[in-house]
């Protein structure tokens, strides 16, 4: 996904690749949510369960950040109550969505 995204000339913080060992998480994961635009995260079972994944949900809605919901084996029933006012869509819509940011990057 982050390559996808990447592709159409949007600057992707991804937590996984962007937190160098030994650094304070939640300092860097709030540094990284400040200075995006929007917030994109993957709901699949193991991220439903996350306490991370919740916690980064919090601070983009703190911050006032745009924020999606990609669904990956999951349904709409299994989005959590927290964030079922988010938008969301499936795995098969992200090419829709990868052209949605791929627009606000030109108008840029």
């Known amino acids: 996904m982050k390559e996808k995204i990447e592709e159409v000339g949007v600057k992707v913080w991804l937590d996984a690749f962007d937190l160098p060992g030994g650094s304070n998480v939640k300092e860097r994961i709030k540094e990284g949510m ?19 994944v919740k916690h980064e949900a919090g601070l983009a ?7 999606a919901l990609v669904l990956l084996h999951v349904g709409q029933e299994d989005v959590p109550d927290p964030v079922r ?14 052209r949605h940011l791929a627009a606000l990057a030109r108008k840029k």
Request: net charge negative; glycine share 4%.
């Open 85 to 98: 006012d988010l938008k969301f869509f499936g795995i098969n819509e992200f090419p829709a969505y990868v």
């Open 34 to 52: 400040r200075s995006s635009s929007e917030c994109l995260i993957l709901l699949s079972p193991a991220a439903r369960e996350s306490d991370w």
């Open 61 to 67: 809605d703190a911050y006032g950040k745009p924020t």
